[in-house]
Each structure stands twice: as structure tokens, then as C-alpha cells.
């Protein structure tokens, strides 16, 4: 079974902030007040999938597929510098970069400005989901079931835009069309590289 609380990015309740027990950071309030439980299904019968495979030995390493099987991006950790991971698109152009410092920074070109990870996905108070601002919008990740699912911050019925699920040796990410179209596609794959890639993130 997929536990997301297993994987990095989802520490335990004993340390929800993922910091270490030496951290003096205080916890932060959720912004978005209670939020709904995430769904435990498949939110929409048409996602499109991308999936993180060929790892060497991780997805530290490791290339991303999309619909047809297309060679969408790749991910090298500590290649050509040692300390970052970068993502590169189809055509070999770095897209998005990855600092590991004792708080890692991110920066995705042309979609986010350098932050460090653990503003950009913010842990709630409670260790219950990661808050993410894109696009001007609001976003949470949370796990229900098997999946960790991405949908629009705010009370009532969310709308459910992605969903990331681990295999053996493998991660997907199913995104809806509407995802696709407003231009999360490459903020969904660092995301889901952070939640999924066994460093703390904070």
C-alpha cells in the first residue's frame, strides 16, 4: 500500500514540521482553516499520466514519461554539480533547479522565483497536507488512500487537479486536462519530486 506519511515530504506526527528536534522555527497555521477531506478515488476517468521511471538508482536520477510513452523530462542529481538536481525538458534545457543546502532552495524558470522548499510547499501545523502557492493560486497536497492529491485551497468540495501514486520502482503523477492547460505541468513534477524524493524538504 502507498503511505504517503512514509515517504519524504510527509514526516511523521512526531515531527510534523520535518525540521529535526533541533529547529526553532515555530509552526506555522494552516492558512486555509479546515480544510475538506481529500478523496480517496481516482477524481476524474480522464488523466493524463506521466511517470517517473528509469531510476539510477532513484528518482534522484531518473527520466519522466507522458501520454504515448513521450520522453517529456529528465532529472540528474549531482550531475554536472554536485549539490543540485536539475530538471531538463525534452529538448535538453534546464527547466527547473534544485539547491540542497541545509534548507534547499528551488526555483522553476519562468514559473517560480528561487524559495526555499519549505515556503514554497509548507507543511500545515498539524502534518495533515503541504500548502503551495502557482500561478497566483492557492493549492494544497494531501494524501487520502493511496494517492497524495493536489486540488484548489478552500472549504467545500475541492476540485482535485493531480494525483501522485508510488510503485515499486516507479512514481506516477495523473493530472486533469484543465491542469494541464492552465500550466501546472512542471510545477506538478517538482512537486511531486519533493514530496517523493527521500530528502527533508522542511
Not at 512526531?14 to 480517496?40: D, K, T, V
Not at 476524474?44 to 520522453?71: D, Q, V
Not at 492557492?138 to 475541492?158: E, K, N, S, T
Request: include cysteine; hydrophobic fraction near 40%.
Amino acid at each position: 500500500m502507498f503511505n504517503p506519511y512514509g515517504q519524504s515530504g510527509w514526516p511523521s506526527n512526531q515531527n510534523p514540521n520535518g525540521l529535526g528536534s533541533s529547529a526553532s522555527i515555530p509552526p506555522q497555521p494552516s492558512l486555509f482553516g479546515l480544510l475538506p477531506s481529500a478523496p480517496s478515488r481516482t477524481p476524474e476517468p480522464n488523466l493524463l499520466s506521466f511517470k517517473f521511471t528509469s531510476f539510477n538508482p532513484n528518482i534522484l536520477n531518473s527520466a519522466i514519461t507522458g501520454p504515448r510513452s513521450r520522453g517529456y523530462f529528465r532529472i540528474t542529481t549531482d550531475t554536472p554539480t554536485v549539490g543540485f538536481t536539475v530538471f531538463f525538458d525534452a529538448t535538453g534545457n534546464p527547466i527547473a533547479i534544485i539547491e540542497w543546502l541545509d534548507q534547499p532552495v528551488v526555483e522553476i524558470r519562468g514559473i517560480l522565483s528561487k524559495r526555499r522548499t519549505s515556503d514554497w510547499l509548507a507543511l500545515a501545523q498539524n502534518g495533515s497536507h503541504r500548502k503551495m502557492e502557482a500561478l497566483g493560486k492557492h493549492f494544497v497536497w494531501a494524501p487520502g488512500g493511496d494517492y497524495i492529491f493536489l486540488y484548489a485551497a478552500g472549504v467545500g468540495r475541492p476540485q482535485v487537479y493531480a494525483q501522485v501514486s508510488r510503485g515499486e520502482d516507479s512514481v506516477k503523477l495523473e493530472m486533469t486536462p484543465e491542469a494541464i492547460q492552465i500550466g501546472l505541468l512542471e510545477i506538478c513534477v517538482v512537486a511531486t519530486f519533493l514530496l517523493q524524493c527521500g530528502k527533508n524538504i522542511g
